[in-house]
């Protein structure tokens, strides 16, 4: 078993000054957090070697250095590859058509919500929803009727009269 209070003691003596090592190596906050967070989950894998060795907190900064080098390699990849293509065209906003679908997706219950997505974002059949989701396909069906009749409710003009849909036939 792992000691979790030694653990615990050496994150908490530790974490601040290895954040700060993490962001002077990589020069971003995200990334060092990423790269702090990720030698410290490889300490706690590794607890009992890294509790015994002469100096743990040395052995945390060596995972970090070595983590921050492996990211910056990757990234030079990309850098090249953009400094050749030039940086990509900035995203316009989100249609307004986009914005009501969103806002009217996420009135409907999580688990409409998912098969709704999953079939019209992913164009996942009704059997691959049901496995991926570990639901009958007779609740698939019945939960993408019930998402396209609340949809249509939702998105419908206030105006406009109720049509019957093929959820109703």
């Not at 702090?36 to 989950?41: I, M, N, R």
């Not at 300490?43 to 052995?59: Q, S």
């Given at each position: 078993m792992r000691d979790a209070d030694g653990f615990d003691e050496f994150y908490r003596d530790t974490s601040a000054r290895l954040l700060r090592y993490g962001y002077a190596l990589t020069g971003d906050l995200a990334e060092a957090q990423d790269v702090v967070q990720e030698a410290y989950t490889r300490a706690w894998r590794n607890w009992r070697m890294v509790a015994a060795h002469p100096a743990p907190e040395g052995w945390l900064?060596?995972?970090?250095?070595?983590?921050?080098?492996?990211?910056?390699?990757?990234?030079?990849?990309?850098?090249?590859?953009?400094r050749r293509a030039g940086p990509p065209e900035p995203v316009g906003p989100p249609s307004?058509?986009?914005?009501?679908?969103?806002?009217?997706?996420?009135?409907l219950p999580a688990p409409t919500r998912q098969a709704v997505a999953l079939h019209y974002l992913f164009d996942l059949p009704v059997a691959d929803i049901a496995a991926e989701t570990g639901t009958p396909v007779g609740t698939v069906t019945s939960r993408l009727n019930?998402?396209?009749?609340?949809?249509?409710?939702i998105l419908a003009p206030a105006t406009r009269?109720?049509?019957?849909?093929?959820?109703?036939?």
């Amino acid at each position: 078993m792992r000691d979790a209070d030694g653990f615990d003691e050496f994150y908490r003596d530790t974490s601040a000054r290895l954040l700060r090592y993490g962001y002077a190596l990589t020069g971003d906050l995200a990334e060092a957090q990423d790269v702090v967070q990720e030698a410290y989950t490889r300490a706690w894998r590794n607890w009992r070697m890294v509790a015994a060795h002469p100096a743990p907190e040395g052995w945390l900064r060596l995972t970090v250095a070595r983590l921050s080098t492996d990211r910056w390699r990757r990234l030079s990849g990309w850098r090249a590859a953009v400094r050749r293509a030039g940086p990509p065209e900035p995203v316009g906003p989100p249609s307004e058509d986009a914005v009501l679908l969103t806002a009217a997706l996420r009135k409907l219950p999580a688990p409409t919500r998912q098969a709704v997505a999953l079939h019209y974002l992913f164009d996942l059949p009704v059997a691959d929803i049901a496995a991926e989701t570990g639901t009958p396909v007779g609740t698939v069906t019945s939960r993408l009727n019930r998402g396209r009749a609340e949809l249509a409710a939702i998105l419908a003009p206030a105006t406009r009269t109720p049509e019957v849909t093929d959820v109703e036939q």
